[in-house]
């Protein structure tokens, strides 16, 4: 993992620094850089990234809002661990928000969230899976999907879990997934067919979570640090 060139705080206000902060540690989280578990030390940190302390902590709030950090006290701070359970919930989580989603942009969708939804298909398909943009194509697509619900918290949430499923890829590896592929989804959403679309992403969704849970059975020493 190459160091991130140092941040100007003249060239930023401090918001923005902690932004960019927060960006660089959720990244190296997601791609599994900084391991589940591991202890993080601000001024190691700080000195890493070339900026004071406040914005670090500022960014450290923002991460364990969001999952990816948690708090210890008098310990400090370290990446938030993995485990079965979590893996679970997230998928059940996901299942229950991303048809929901689905749902409501396909009633309330227009003409430009179908043009969204292609386009975001079109880059996944076109984007090899050993490319190091497939993370960020396949996640686009799912945003896109959420995004004509004009529900802001809850493309949000969508993208949460998605991310946070995203790890897992990230420690367990490429994993075979047998379900509806993401144009069936997409031609479905696009056409308005409700109750097929969001069976198919139902299923998608379910198998994508099976695989990764078989996935870590097979590698337990990715699981390390699982809390019951």
Partial sequence: MGKPPAFRPSEARKETIATRVAGVLRA??????LPPGGKINLDRLRERLGVSLAPVREAMTRLVADGL???????????????????TEITQLRLALEPLALET????GSLEWEGAVLAALHRLERTPPADPGRAAAHRAFHA????????????????????????YLALLGPVQVEA???AAIAAAAVSRRGAEACDLLTRHIAASGAALAAARAARPAAFEEERP
């Fill in 180 to 182: 509806p592929d993401h």
């Fill in 144 to 167: 896109a999907l959420a995004d004509g619900a004009a529900m802001p918290m809850l493309a949000a949430f969508c993208l949460r879990l998605l991310d946070l499923t995203g790890r």
């Fill in 69 to 87: 950090v948690e708090v210890e006290d008098q310990r400090g701070y370290r990446v938030a661990p993995v485990s079965s359970a979590n893996l």
């Fill in 105 to 108: 942009a396909i009633a309330r």
């Fill in 28 to 33: 190296e989280i997601l791609a599994a850089d």
